[in-house]
């Protein structure tokens, strides 16, 4: 099976400033799909980005962005000018297209915006 | 557009007890449903998914239990709940190919 790693358990950034959340996946598969959840205090999982593994173009969205390094099997986020509303914590996840009903998700690293 | 119900929101139930936890979506036909379990400050536990009516697959042995009488509905089931059977309870949906949706989830606390 996949496995995701998410080496940081938690972050912390200024109001405005920008940080980069890690993820690494173990796969032998040549295509996949990655994303970045989002689960503030209501508990709620929400999408953030979605990553391709053919793509060589990095996701991006509005303030969210995608470090995707397919050789280094490494899928980063990173958000930029962030705001107190980005505090949850986050999620990262692998999606096989060949055993495609299988979501592998990471531990989470939970993120503090400070004002 | 699509959307997932879930309910109840809240429950709390005795040791011992039955459990029902129900999943709906709306908007989409035959989805992939997913059960997972989360526990506090901790990532998530995929319990069961369904490709399809009557088709559920098991990922953790358990008391717990899933059905799918129906495309679109997904119940999670307890005939005796453990205190180790408190969590979060998340249902999700995808299609073929893309990303989970997921509910609101159930926060079950067996006293």
């Known amino acids: 099976a996949q496995t995701v790693t998410q080496s940081q358990p938690e972050m912390s950034v200024q109001e405005a400033e920008t940080v980069t959340l890690s993820c690494t996946y173990d796969t032998s598969e040549s295509d996949y799909y990655l994303f970045w959840y989002k689960q503030p205090p209501s508990r709620q999982m929400i999408l953030v980005i979605r990553?391709?593994?053919?793509?060589?173009q990095n996701a991006t969205e509005n303030r969210f962005s995608v470090n995707f390094q397919k050789a280094a099997k490494s899928f980063s986020l990173k958000i930029s000018d962030s705001q107190l509303g980005d505090a949850a914590m986050y999620f990262c996840?692998?999606?096989?297209?060949?055993?495609?009903?299988?979501?592998?998700f990471g531990t989470g690293t939970s993120l503090t915006v400070i004002p | 557009s699509q959307t997932i119900h879930q309910w109840p929101a809240t429950l709390v139930q005795p040791v011992g007890s039955p459990l029902s936890l129900e999943c709906t979506v709306e908007g989409t036909s035959n989805p992939n449903l997913y059960w997972y379990r989360q526990a506090a400050g901790r990532g998530l536990q995929l319990l069961f998914y369904?490709?399809?009516?009557?088709?559920i697959s098991s990922e953790v042995p358990q008391n717990l239990s899933a059905s799918r009488p129906q495309d679109r509905q997904f119940i999670l089931s307890s005939k005796k709940l453990l205190l180790s059977d408190s969590g979060f309870y998340l249902c999700?949906?995808?299609?073929?190919?893309?990303?989970?949706?997921f509910g609101p989830g159930t926060r079950l606390t067996v006293t």
């Open positions: 990553q391709e593994a053919y793509k060589q």
């Open positions: 996840a692998y999606r096989s297209l060949f055993t495609g009903n299988q979501f592998y």
């Open positions: 369904s490709v399809g009516i009557g088709q």
């Open positions: 999700a949906w995808s299609e073929s190919a893309y990303e989970q949706y």
